[in-house]
C-alpha cells in the first residue's frame, strides 16, 4: 500500500438550480485532499469549503457509501463511476488522481433521467419498469411452499444471483452512448427468467418491462457492451441476450 | 404481441437488425465469391456469371431480398440512431472511449459510408448492366483467313447462332441489318431486344443472345486514365468502412438474437476473422485490376 | 404512565397463534376506505406497505432516497437466520428462541422474541417464492452458513449480499403494488412530524425534498419503519441519510423510547483512516467463519507494523495472539458481536492495535489458516490426493473468493491492500441499535394507531442483536406481525371515514415544521451541520461508546447540552426552504440526533449494570465480562419525552419476565 498523501486538486462541476433551469460546468481548487479519502469524501470537503465561504454547496446523490444502494452517481473525466472498474463512485479513492488533476464531475446524462439539481438525476423510470412487471406476483401469507420444495440447479441460482446484484445506479444508461437501460431491464428479467418461482409469469414480465422501458425514453442497445465494462457489479451483457431471447419468445407466443 | 411492436419495439428493431444484417453477410459471401473471378477466373467465366446472376429467377429472388434488406437494415438502423440521440439530449462534456470499441460507437456513421458506396457501386455497375445502352456486349476478334480481322459477338450457350458477325467498325449496324434483311430476301429482318438479344422481327425468333461485357466495364472503371485510381482509393476505403461495420455487427447480430453462450467466443472469432478477410479479398479486387497491366 | 406489553396469555409455543386467532378482522370490502402510512421502505417498512397493499389497504409508503430500493437494509451482508433445520444439526425454534435471547443478555421480551423464531421459517419460504437467489448447493437445496452467538448452520445467505437480495425481493413485491395501485410511493419524501388527532395517530408532516413543498398526509394508522440511530456517533456503518427524525418526532408526540443506551458496535470493520471520514464499512460478520482474529503478542511488534518496519505476515505464529480463540476456547472467534468488540478494544487499549491511525486502534482478520484448510478440501473433492502447497493455495483463495469475493474486492478497493495476501484491518464500529421506540406485543407504541417495526423499535433483540437476525426481524415485522396487529386496530375505524388534513392538528403541526426549518435557514450562524455533527460523534463514541462509565457519561450528558445550545446558535444553513436543499436536511436530522444523543447518555447513566452492547466499566467481573444486575434491571427503560429539556425525561420500567428461560450469565467459553 502506498502511504496516503495530500493532493491539491481542479473540480470542474456541472451546477444546476433546479430541473428548469440551464446548468454550466463551474471550476473549483480544493487543497489537501487526503489520497485515503473516497471521491465523496472529496466531495464533502469541497462542500464544507464551500459552505465555510457561504455559498451553496454542490448537491449530489449518496447514501450509503459502501457501494450498494446505488444512490451515488457521478460521471467523473469521462467515465460513469469514475476512472476504475467494478465499483460505485462512493467506493472510488482519491489514490486514483494526481496532484494537479483537474476532475471533471457531470451528472449522468439521460432523457429518461432528468437532472433535478446540480449532480442529482431523477432515476425514477428504474422503479416504474420494476413495477411494470419486476415482481414474481406471490402475496405474503405464512403459507407458502417450503423453501425447499423446489430444487434450484445450483448453476441457475448462481446466475440468477449474479443478475440480481444489479443495484439499479444507472451507470449502465449513463455510460451507454445510446442511454440504453437494456442491462438493468436485462438483469432483471433474468433473475427471473432462470428461477423456477419466475418462469411463469416470464411470457408477461418480459413484453411489460420491455414496453415501459421504451416508454421512458431510454435508447436501444447496440451492443457496445460499455454497459457491461462500467456496471458496479459486473452484470454480464449475457442478461441483455437472455432478455432478447426471452422476449421472443414471448412475442411468438 | 401487438402488430405495432414488430417495428416499435426496441428489442424487434434489434432483431430486424440483426437478420437483415446477417443475411447481407451472406450475400457478401456470395458476392465476393463472384468477384473473385475477376482475379483467378478468366473474363468468359466472369461474364457468363453475371449472365447467370442477372437472369436466373432464384437469384432474382435473392436479389430482391437482399434489396429489401439493404433498404430495411439502413432504415432501421437510422431510425434507432434518431432514437439513440433523443435519448440523451445533452451531451456529456468529457468522455473516455475507453469502454468500448471505436467500430461499435460509429456504426451509424459506418453504415452511411457503406450505404453511400453501396449506392455509388449500383449506379456505377448494376445500373449500367441493366440501363445502359451503351453497355458493351462481349465480343471476339478472329482471323477473317484473310490476313485481316473481324469483329465477332460471343453468343451465350442459349443462343442460336454461336456468334454474331459485327460491322467493320465493331458495331450492329443498321446497315449491316439491312444488308442480311436484303441478302435474305426478307426472311431475316433484325433487330436488337433487350440490349443482348437480335431477334427476327418476321418470326419473333430469337437469332442471337450475347453476353454483357461486365467484365470489361468492371476493368476500365478501375483502369481509367482519369479517375482509375480515385475509384480504387474510393472502393478501398469503403471495405475498410465495412471491416469496422462487420467487426461490431457480426458478433453483436447474435448477441441481439440473443445468442450469447459458450460458443460466443468461437461466434467471435469468426466474426472477425470474416470482417477482415471478406472486406480484404474485396479490396484486393479493384488494387488487382488497377494495377494488372 | 403504566406500560402494557399486551403480551397474550396461555403457554409460550402457543401465544401467537392464540393471539392471531382472537385478533379482530377487517372485512376486504373495508380494506379500500382505510388509509396507512408507512415511513420507510427497508426490510419492514417495504415489506409492511406490500403485505397492507396486498390485502386491500390504501397504502402510502414515503422513504427519503430517490427510491424504496436504496433503504439501508440493502447493505446488510451475510445472512438471515431462520429455524429451518435444513442442516439436521439439532436446530429448532426454540434454539433459535434462546440463542436470541441469550444472544440479547436477557433483555429482550421472551413472547416477541419466540413469536420472531416461529415465523422464520416463513420469512426464507416467502422470499424463495419471491425470486430471492439465495445461495444452494449441488443438489439444488438451500445452502446454510453459522453465524456468531449460535452453534448450528442456520443462516441463509446470498453471497455477501443477503440484505440487498431480500430488500430487492421486499422492494418486488412493494413494486408489483405500486403497479397494482394499491400503495402511492412518495420517493424524495421525508416525514418531519406526527400528527395527532384525539390522541391517534392521524397522519404525518412530509417534505417534499426535491421542492421544499411541506405536504400534509392523513391515514388511519402510521407505521414508523425509519431504521436505527447510529449516526448518531456521525461515524457508523449506517447510510449517510439513515437517522432518527421519524421515531424522534414521535417520541416528541408522547411515544416512549426505550433502551437508547443499546447500542451494537460491530467487530468488524475497517478502521478509520483520517478525518475526512464520513463512514466507515463493515466487513461481514461471516467472514468470522473463515478468519481467525489475532494481534501480537509483543507491543514492539505492534509498534513496528503501525510504523510500517514489519508486515503481518512477517510475524511468527508463536508471536501471535489469537485472543478470542484463547479467551472463549468453544466459541472462538464466532463470540458474539459484543464480546468481539470489547475483547478488540481491550487489547488496542493495552498497545498492540495495528492500525497506523491516531487512536492505533485495529486487529487482524487472517485468513491464511483458512485459505490451507479449504485448499486441503477442494483439492481432496477434486480426485487430487497429494496436491502441492502451491495448488492448495490457490484453490483455498478460489474458494474464499467463491464465499467472500465480493468483500474481498470491496476492502481492496478501500483499502488497497489484498486480503487474499494480506491480513485485513479490523476495528469495531456502531452498526446497529437494539434501543428504539417502545411497542408493546402488537408492534404498537404508546401513541394509538402509530406502529413501529424493524431496527425502528425495540423489541427484539435485547441488550445486543446476534448476527443475520436484523432481517429476520425486519421482514417478520413486516410481512408476519404488523399485518394482523394493524388489522385489529383498523377494526374499530372502519366508520371513521376520510381523515381531514384541515383539521386544527393538521393546522398546527404543519406550521412548527415550518417554523423550525425558517429558523434555521434565518440563523446565520457560522459552522455548518457536519461540524457539530462530528463532534457530537466524537463525544458519544469516547463517552457512550464500547465502553462507559458514571463520570463520562455525566460529562457527556452535560457536554451534549452545551453541544445543543451551540448548535441552535451557530449552525448555517445554506439555500433555501423551497428546493432541493441537503443541508437542511442534514440540519433537522442533527437536530433529533443531539436530543437523541443526551437521552443515550441518561440511559446508559441510569442502567448501573453491563449487558450486551452496554458496558459499564464499574459492571464487570474478574474476567472482564459483563455483569449484569437482574435484580435491580431486569426491566426495559422507557423514556418519556417531558419538553425541551432532555433531563426532564422521565424513565418507566417494564418488567422482563422469563417464564420459559432459566435466566444465567452468559458464557461463550
Same mark, same amino acid.
Given at each position: 500500500?502506498?502511504?496516503?498523501k495530500?493532493i491539491?486538486?481542479?473540480?470542474?462541476?456541472?451546477?444546476?438550480?433546479?430541473?428548469?433551469?440551464?446548468?454550466?460546468?463551474e471550476?473549483?481548487?480544493?487543497?489537501?485532499?487526503?489520497?485515503?479519502?473516497?471521491f465523496?469524501?472529496?466531495?464533502d470537503q469541497?462542500?464544507?469549503?464551500?459552505i465555510?465561504?457561504?455559498?451553496?454547496?454542490?448537491?449530489f446523490?449518496?447514501?450509503?457509501?459502501?457501494?450498494?444502494?446505488?444512490?451515488?452517481?457521478?460521471?467523473?473525466?469521462?467515465r460513469?463511476?469514475?476512472p476504475?472498474?467494478?465499483?460505485?463512485?462512493?467506493?472510488?479513492?482519491?489514490r486514483?488522481?494526481?496532484?494537479?488533476d483537474?476532475i471533471?464531475?457531470?451528472?449522468?446524462?439521460s432523457?429518461?433521467?432528468?437532472?433535478?439539481?446540480?449532480?442529482?438525476?431523477?432515476?425514477?423510470a428504474f422503479?416504474?419498469?420494476?413495477?411494470?412487471?419486476?415482481?414474481v406476483?406471490v402475496?405474503?401469507s405464512g403459507?407458502?411452499?417450503?423453501?425447499?420444495?423446489?430444487?434450484?440447479?445450483?448453476?441457475?441460482?448462481?446466475?440468477a444471483?449474479?443478475?440480481?446484484?444489479c443495484?439499479?445506479?444507472?451507470a449502465?444508461?449513463?455510460?451507454?452512448k445510446?442511454?440504453?437501460?437494456?442491462?438493468?431491464?436485462?438483469?432483471?428479467?433474468?433473475?427471473y427468467?432462470l428461477l423456477?418461482?419466475?418462469?411463469?409469469?416470464? %411470457?408477461?414480465?418480459?413484453?411489460?418491462?420491455?414496453r415501459?422501458?421504451?416508454e421512458?425514453g431510454?435508447?436501444?442497445?447496440?451492443?457496445?457492451?460499455a454497459?457491461?465494462?462500467?456496471? #458496479?457489479?459486473?452484470?454480464? =451483457?449475457?442478461?441483455?441476450a437472455?432478455?432478447?431471447?426471452?422476449?421472443?419468445k414471448?412475442?411468438?407466443? | 404481441?401487438?402488430? *405495432?411492436?414488430?417495428?416499435?419495439?426496441?428489442?424487434?428493431?434489434?432483431?430486424w437488425? &440483426?437478420?437483415?444484417? +446477417?443475411?447481407?453477410?451472406l450475400?457478401?459471401?456470395?458476392?465476393?465469391a463472384g468477384?473473385?473471378?475477376?482475379?483467378?477466373? %478468366?473474363?468468359?467465366?466472369?461474364?457468363?456469371?453475371a449472365?447467370f446472376?442477372?437472369?436466373?429467377?432464384?437469384?432474382?429472388l435473392?436479389s430482391y431480398?437482399t434489396?429489401i *434488406?439493404?433498404?430495411?437494415?439502413?432504415?432501421?438502423?437510422?431510425m434507432?440512431?434518431i432514437?439513440?440521440?433523443?435519448?440523451?439530449?445533452?451531451?456529456?462534456?468529457?468522455?473516455?472511449?475507453s469502454s468500448?470499441s471505436l467500430?461499435?460507437r460509429?456504426?451509424?456513421?459506418?453504415?452511411?459510408?457503406?450505404?453511400v458506396?453501396?449506392?455509388?457501386h449500383?449506379?456505377?455497375?448494376?445500373?449500367?448492366m441493366h440501363?445502359?445502352?451503351?453497355?458493351?456486349?462481349?465480343?471476339?476478334?478472329?482471323?477473317?483467313g484473310?490476313?485481316?480481322?473481324q469483329?465477332? +459477338?460471343?453468343?451465350?450457350k442459349?443462343?442460336q447462332?454461336?456468334?454474331?458477325?459485327l460491322?467493320q467498325?465493331?458495331?450492329? *449496324?443498321k446497315?449491316?441489318f439491312?444488308m442480311?434483311?436484303?441478302q435474305?430476301q426478307?426472311?431475316?429482318?433484325?433487330?436488337?431486344?433487350?440490349?443482348?438479344?437480335?431477334?427476327?422481327?418476321?418470326?419473333?425468333?430469337?437469332v442471337?443472345?450475347?453476353?454483357?461485357?461486365?467484365?470489361?466495364?468492371?476493368?476500365?472503371?478501375?483502369?481509367?486514365?482519369?479517375?482509375?485510381?480515385?475509384?480504387?482509393?474510393?472502393?478501398?476505403?469503403?471495405?475498410?468502412?465495412?471491416?469496422?461495420?462487420?467487426?461490431?455487427?457480426?458478433q453483436s447480430?447474435?448477441?441481439?438474437l440473443?445468442v450469447?453462450n459458450?460458443f460466443?467466443?468461437?461466434?467471435k472469432?469468426?466474426?472477425?476473422?470474416?470482417?477482415?478477410?471478406?472486406?480484404l479479398l474485396?479490396?484486393i479486387?479493384?488494387?488487382?485490376?488497377h494495377?494488372?497491366? | 404512565?403504566?406500560?402494557?406489553?399486551?403480551?397474550?396469555?396461555?403457554?409460550?409455543?402457543?401465544k401467537?397463534?392464540?393471539?392471531k386467532?382472537?385478533?379482530?378482522?377487517?372485512?376486504?370490502?373495508?380494506r379500500p376506505k382505510?388509509?396507512?402510512?408507512?415511513?420507510?421502505t427497508?426490510?419492514?417498512?417495504?415489506s409492511?406497505?406490500?403485505?397492507?397493499g396486498?390485502?386491500?389497504?390504501?397504502?402510502?409508503a414515503?422513504?427519503?432516497?430517490?427510491? #424504496?430500493?436504496?433503504?439501508?437494509?440493502?447493505?446488510?451482508?451475510?445472512?438471515?437466520?431462520?429455524?429451518k433445520n435444513?442442516?439436521?444439526?439439532?436446530?429448532?425454534i426454540?434454539?433459535l428462541?434462546?440463542?436470541?435471547i441469550?444472544g440479547?443478555?436477557?433483555?429482550?421480551?421472551?413472547?416477541?422474541?419466540h413469536r420472531l423464531a416461529?415465523?422464520?421459517?416463513?420469512?426464507?419460504?416467502?422470499c424463495?417464492?419471491?425470486g430471492?437467489?439465495?445461495?444452494?448447493e449441488?443438489?439444488?437445496m438451500?445452502?446454510?452458513?453459522?453465524?456468531?452467538?449460535?452453534?448450528?448452520?442456520r443462516?441463509?445467505?446470498?453471497?455477501?449480499?443477503?440484505g440487498q437480495q431480500?430488500?430487492?425481493?421486499a422492494?418486488? &413485491? +412493494?413494486?408489483?403494488?405500486?403497479?397494482l395501485?394499491r400503495?402511492?410511493?412518495?420517493?424524495?419524501?421525508?416525514?418531519?412530524?406526527?400528527?395527532?388527532?384525539?390522541?391517534?395517530a392521524?397522519?404525518?408532516?412530509a417534505?417534499?425534498?426535491?421542492?421544499?413543498?411541506?405536504?400534509r398526509?392523513?391515514?388511519h394508522?402510521v407505521?414508523?419503519?425509519s431504521?436505527?440511530?447510529?449516526?448518531?456517533?456521525f461515524?457508523?456503518?449506517?447510510?449517510m441519510?439513515?437517522?432518527? %427524525?421519524?421515531?424522534?418526532?414521535i417520541?416528541?408526540?408522547?411515544?416512549?423510547?426505550?433502551?437508547?443506551c443499546?447500542?451494537?458496535?460491530?467487530?468488524?470493520?475497517?478502521?478509520?483512516h483520517?478525518?475526512?471520514q464520513?463512514k466507515l464499512?463493515?466487513?461481514s460478520?461471516?467472514l468470522?467463519?473463515?478468519?481467525?482474529?489475532?494481534?501480537?503478542?509483543?507491543?514492539?511488534?505492534?509498534?513496528?507494523?503501525?510504523?510500517g518496519?514489519l508486515k503481518?505476515?512477517?510475524i511468527?505464529?508463536?508471536?501471535?495472539?489469537?485472543?478470542?480463540?484463547?479467551?472463549y #476456547?468453544a466459541?472462538?472467534?464466532?463470540?458474539?458481536?459484543?464480546?468481539?468488540?470489547?475483547a478488540?478494544?481491550?487489547?488496542?487499549?493495552a498497545?498492540?492495535?495495528?492500525e497506523?491511525?491516531?487512536?492505533?486502534?485495529?486487529?487482524?482478520l487472517?485468513?491464511?489458516?483458512?485459505?490451507?484448510?479449504?485448499?486441503?478440501?477442494s483439492?481432496y473433492?477434486?480426485?487430487?490426493?497429494?496436491?502441492?502447497p502451491?495448488?492448495?493455495t490457490?484453490?483455498?483463495k478460489?474458494? =474464499?473468493?467463491?464465499?467472500?469475493?465480493?468483500?474481498?474486492?470491496?476492502?481492496?478497493?478501500?483499502?488497497?491492500?489484498?486480503?487474499?495476501e494480506?491480513?485485513?484491518?479490523?476495528?469495531?464500529?456502531?452498526?446497529?441499535?437494539?434501543?428504539?421506540?417502545?411497542?408493546?406485543?402488537?408492534?404498537?407504541?404508546?401513541i394509538p394507531?402509530?406502529?413501529?417495526?424493524?431496527?425502528?423499535?425495540?423489541?427484539?433483540?435485547?441488550?445486543?442483536? +446476534?448476527?443475520?437476525s436484523?432481517?429476520m426481524?425486519? =421482514?417478520?415485522?413486516?410481512y408476519?406481525v404488523?399485518?394482523?396487529?394493524?388489522?385489529n386496530y383498523?377494526a374499530?375505524?372502519?366508520?371513521t371515514g376520510k381523515?381531514?388534513?384541515?383539521?386544527?392538528?393538521?393546522i398546527e403541526?404543519?406550521?412548527?415544521?415550518?417554523?423550525?426549518?425558517?429558523?434555521?435557514?434565518?440563523?446565520?450562524? %457560522?459552522?455548518?451541520v457536519d461540524y457539530?455533527?462530528?463532534?457530537?460523534?466524537?463525544?458519544?463514541?469516547n463517552?457512550?461508546?464500547m465502553?462507559?462509565?458514571?463520570?463520562?457519561?455525566?460529562e457527556?450528558?452535560?457536554?451534549?447540552?452545551?453541544?445543543k445550545e451551540?448548535?441552535?446558535?451557530?449552525v448555517y444553513v445554506?439555500?433555501?426552504?423551497?428546493? =432541493?436543499?441537503?443541508?437542511?436536511?442534514?440540519?433537522?436530522?442533527v &437536530?433529533?440526533?443531539?436530543e437523541?444523543?443526551?437521552?443515550?447518555?441518561?440511559?446508559?447513566l441510569?442502567?448501573?449494570?453491563?449487558?450486551?452492547?452496554h458496558?459499564?466499566?464499574e459492571?464487570?467481573?474478574a474476567?472482564?465480562?459483563?455483569?449484569r444486575?437482574?435484580?435491580n434491571?431486569?426491566?426495559?427503560?422507557?423514556?418519556?419525552?417531558?419538553?425541551d429539556?432532555i433531563?426532564?425525561e422521565?424513565?418507566?420500567?417494564?418488567?422482563?419476565?422469563?417464564?420459559?428461560?432459566k435466566?444465567?450469565?452468559?458464557?461463550?467459553?
Amino acid at each position: 500500500m502506498s502511504a496516503a498523501k495530500n493532493i491539491n486538486i481542479n473540480l470542474k462541476i456541472w451546477r444546476q438550480k433546479n430541473a428548469s433551469s440551464k446548468g454550466s460546468m463551474e471550476t473549483y481548487k480544493l487543497d489537501n485532499v487526503s489520497t485515503a479519502s473516497s471521491f465523496l469524501e472529496m466531495l464533502d470537503q469541497l462542500n464544507e469549503q464551500l459552505i465555510n465561504e457561504k455559498k451553496e454547496p454542490v448537491a449530489f446523490d449518496h447514501d450509503c457509501r459502501e457501494g450498494i444502494c446505488g444512490m451515488c452517481s457521478l460521471y467523473i473525466n469521462g467515465r460513469a463511476h469514475g476512472p476504475d472498474t467494478g465499483i460505485t463512485t462512493c467506493q472510488l479513492h482519491m489514490r486514483m488522481f494526481n496532484d494537479g488533476d483537474t476532475i471533471y464531475i457531470e451528472p449522468w446524462r439521460s432523457k429518461a433521467f432528468p437532472v433535478i439539481k446540480d449532480l442529482v438525476v431523477d432515476r425514477s423510470a428504474f422503479d416504474r419498469i420494476q413495477q411494470a412487471g419486476g415482481f414474481v406476483s406471490v402475496n405474503t401469507s405464512g403459507n407458502t411452499i417450503d423453501a425447499n420444495s423446489i430444487p434450484v440447479p445450483k448453476v441457475d441460482a448462481d446466475k440468477a444471483f449474479e443478475a440480481a446484484a444489479c443495484i439499479g445506479c444507472g451507470a449502465c444508461v449513463a455510460t451507454c452512448k445510446n442511454g440504453s437501460a437494456m442491462l438493468f431491464v436485462g438483469a432483471k428479467v433474468s433473475q427471473y427468467a432462470l428461477l423456477p418461482q419466475g418462469k411463469v409469469e416470464a %411470457t408477461q414480465r418480459v413484453l411489460n418491462m420491455v414496453r415501459q422501458m421504451d416508454e421512458e425514453g431510454f435508447g436501444n442497445c447496440t451492443n457496445t457492451g460499455a454497459c457491461e465494462i462500467e456496471c #458496479p457489479k459486473g452484470i454480464s =451483457l449475457e442478461n441483455i441476450a437472455r432478455m432478447n431471447r426471452e422476449y421472443l419468445k414471448a412475442s411468438l407466443k | 404481441m401487438a402488430k *405495432s411492436a414488430l417495428l416499435k419495439s426496441s428489442i424487434v428493431k434489434k432483431y430486424w437488425m &440483426a437478420l437483415t444484417g +446477417l443475411f447481407l453477410c451472406l450475400f457478401l459471401a456470395g458476392h465476393l465469391a463472384g468477384n473473385l473471378q475477376l482475379i483467378f477466373g %478468366t473474363s468468359q467465366q466472369f461474364n457468363e456469371y453475371a449472365l447467370f446472376m442477372t437472369t436466373n429467377p432464384a437469384v432474382k429472388l435473392l436479389s430482391y431480398v437482399t434489396y429489401i *434488406s439493404i433498404i430495411f437494415h439502413a432504415i432501421d438502423g437510422i431510425m434507432l440512431t434518431i432514437q439513440n440521440k433523443k435519448a440523451r439530449p445533452i451531451g456529456y462534456a468529457k468522455t473516455d472511449g475507453s469502454s468500448s470499441s471505436l467500430a461499435s460507437r460509429n456504426m451509424a456513421v459506418l453504415g452511411t459510408v457503406i450505404l453511400v458506396f453501396i449506392a455509388t457501386h449500383m449506379v456505377n455497375f448494376w445500373a449500367k448492366m441493366h440501363f445502359d445502352k451503351n453497355m458493351p456486349l462481349v465480343q471476339k476478334e478472329i482471323d477473317n483467313g484473310m490476313g485481316g480481322k473481324q469483329i465477332q +459477338l460471343v453468343g451465350t450457350k442459349d443462343s442460336q447462332m454461336p456468334f454474331m458477325q459485327l460491322d467493320q467498325t465493331g458495331k450492329l *449496324s443498321k446497315e449491316f441489318f439491312e444488308m442480311i434483311k436484303a441478302q435474305t430476301q426478307g426472311q431475316y429482318d433484325l433487330e436488337v431486344q433487350d440490349m443482348t438479344k437480335i431477334v427476327n422481327k418476321k418470326t419473333g425468333e430469337v437469332v442471337f443472345i450475347g453476353y454483357k461485357d461486365l467484365h470489361k466495364l468492371t476493368v476500365d472503371f478501375f483502369k481509367d486514365a482519369k479517375y482509375g485510381l480515385y475509384f480504387t482509393i474510393g472502393y478501398v476505403l469503403a471495405m475498410l468502412a465495412l471491416a469496422f461495420h462487420l467487426w461490431h455487427g457480426f458478433q453483436s447480430a447474435f448477441q441481439s438474437l440473443g445468442v450469447n453462450n459458450k460458443f460466443t467466443p468461437a461466434i467471435k472469432f469468426f466474426g472477425r476473422a470474416f470482417a477482415i478477410i471478406v472486406p480484404l479479398l474485396f479490396a484486393i479486387i479493384p488494387v488487382f485490376l488497377h494495377l494488372k497491366k | 404512565m403504566k406500560l402494557d406489553s399486551k403480551i397474550p396469555a396461555g403457554p409460550l409455543k402457543d401465544k401467537w397463534t392464540d393471539h392471531k386467532n382472537h385478533l379482530k378482522l377487517v372485512a376486504p370490502n373495508n380494506r379500500p376506505k382505510i388509509d396507512i402510512i408507512v415511513v420507510g421502505t427497508g426490510l419492514a417498512g417495504a415489506s409492511a406497505a406490500a403485505s397492507l397493499g396486498e390485502m386491500g389497504y390504501n397504502v402510502k409508503a414515503f422513504c427519503f432516497q430517490d427510491s #424504496p430500493r436504496r433503504a439501508h437494509s440493502i447493505a446488510a451482508q451475510g445472512g438471515i437466520n431462520a429455524a429451518k433445520n435444513y442442516q439436521n444439526d439439532g436446530d429448532s425454534i426454540y434454539r433459535l428462541f434462546y440463542d436470541t435471547i441469550k444472544g440479547g443478555d436477557y433483555r429482550a421480551r421472551e413472547a416477541n422474541v419466540h413469536r420472531l423464531a416461529e415465523v422464520s421459517g416463513n420469512i426464507i419460504d416467502q422470499c424463495v417464492a419471491q425470486g430471492v437467489p439465495f445461495a444452494r448447493e449441488y443438489g439444488g437445496m438451500l445452502d446454510n452458513r453459522s453465524f456468531g452467538g449460535t452453534q448450528v448452520q442456520r443462516t441463509f445467505y446470498a453471497a455477501g449480499q443477503t440484505g440487498q437480495q431480500l430488500l430487492l425481493g421486499a422492494y418486488s &413485491a +412493494l413494486s408489483r403494488q405500486i403497479g397494482l395501485g394499491r400503495v402511492k410511493m412518495y420517493n424524495r419524501h421525508e416525514m418531519l412530524d406526527l400528527v395527532k388527532v384525539d390522541g391517534k395517530a392521524r397522519g404525518i408532516i412530509a417534505r417534499n425534498l426535491i421542492t421544499g413543498e411541506i405536504e400534509r398526509h392523513s391515514a388511519h394508522a402510521v407505521v414508523i419503519a425509519s431504521g436505527g440511530y447510529g449516526n448518531v456517533y456521525f461515524l457508523s456503518t449506517n447510510a449517510m441519510g439513515s437517522n432518527v %427524525t421519524a421515531g424522534w418526532k414521535i417520541h416528541k408526540q408522547g411515544a416512549l423510547f426505550a433502551n437508547p443506551c443499546y447500542v451494537q458496535i460491530h467487530p468488524t470493520c475497517i478502521p478509520v483512516h483520517g478525518t475526512n471520514q464520513s463512514k466507515l464499512t463493515l466487513m461481514s460478520e461471516s467472514l468470522r467463519n473463515s478468519g481467525r482474529i489475532w494481534v501480537p503478542k509483543k507491543k514492539e511488534d505492534a509498534e513496528a507494523i503501525r510504523a510500517g518496519k514489519l508486515k503481518p505476515t512477517q510475524i511468527a505464529e508463536e508471536d501471535r495472539d489469537y485472543y478470542l480463540e484463547r479467551k472463549y #476456547p468453544a466459541f472462538g472467534n464466532l463470540v458474539p458481536r459484543d464480546v468481539a468488540s470489547r475483547a478488540a478494544k481491550e487489547v488496542c487499549d493495552a498497545g498492540h492495535g495495528i492500525e497506523a491511525n491516531d487512536t492505533n486502534e485495529g486487529v487482524y482478520l487472517d485468513f491464511s489458516t483458512e485459505i490451507q484448510t479449504k485448499g486441503k478440501q477442494s483439492a481432496y473433492a477434486k480426485g487430487n490426493h497429494n496436491p502441492t502447497p502451491e495448488e492448495i493455495t490457490a484453490l483455498g483463495k478460489q474458494w =474464499l473468493e467463491e464465499k467472500y469475493g465480493n468483500l474481498f474486492t470491496m476492502y481492496q478497493k478501500i483499502t488497497d491492500e489484498n486480503p487474499y495476501e494480506t491480513p485485513m484491518k479490523i476495528y469495531p464500529a456502531v452498526h446497529y441499535t437494539m434501543g428504539g421506540v417502545w411497542v408493546d406485543y402488537n408492534l404498537q407504541s404508546t401513541i394509538p394507531g402509530c406502529f413501529v417495526a424493524g431496527e425502528a423499535n425495540f423489541s427484539d433483540h435485547g441488550a445486543n442483536r +446476534l448476527g443475520a437476525s436484523a432481517l429476520m426481524q425486519g =421482514l417478520a415485522d413486516g410481512y408476519f406481525v404488523l399485518p394482523y396487529t394493524i388489522s385489529n386496530y383498523l377494526a374499530d375505524e372502519i366508520r371513521t371515514g376520510k381523515i381531514s388534513t384541515d383539521s386544527p392538528e393538521f393546522i398546527e403541526a404543519e406550521a412548527r415544521v415550518k417554523d423550525s426549518i425558517s429558523k434555521f435557514l434565518n440563523n446565520n450562524g %457560522t459552522k455548518s451541520v457536519d461540524y457539530f455533527h462530528k463532534k457530537l460523534g466524537l463525544i458519544m463514541w469516547n463517552k457512550v461508546g464500547m465502553g462507559r462509565n458514571e463520570a463520562g457519561l455525566k460529562e457527556a450528558i452535560a457536554e451534549i447540552a452545551q453541544l445543543k445550545e451551540d448548535f441552535y446558535k451557530d449552525v448555517y444553513v445554506p439555500g433555501s426552504a423551497d428546493e =432541493l436543499n441537503p443541508e437542511l436536511e442534514k440540519v433537522l436530522r442533527v &437536530a433529533d440526533f443531539i436530543e437523541l444523543g443526551q437521552l443515550m447518555a441518561m440511559d446508559a447513566l441510569q442502567r448501573k449494570e453491563s449487558c450486551g452492547g452496554h458496558f459499564r466499566e464499574e459492571y464487570q467481573d474478574a474476567e472482564g465480562e459483563t455483569l449484569r444486575d437482574d435484580e435491580n434491571f431486569k426491566f426495559v427503560g422507557a423514556w418519556e419525552y417531558k419538553g425541551d429539556d432532555i433531563n426532564k425525561e422521565e424513565l418507566h420500567k417494564e418488567e422482563l419476565k422469563y417464564e420459559e428461560i432459566k435466566i444465567a450469565a452468559r458464557n461463550y467459553k
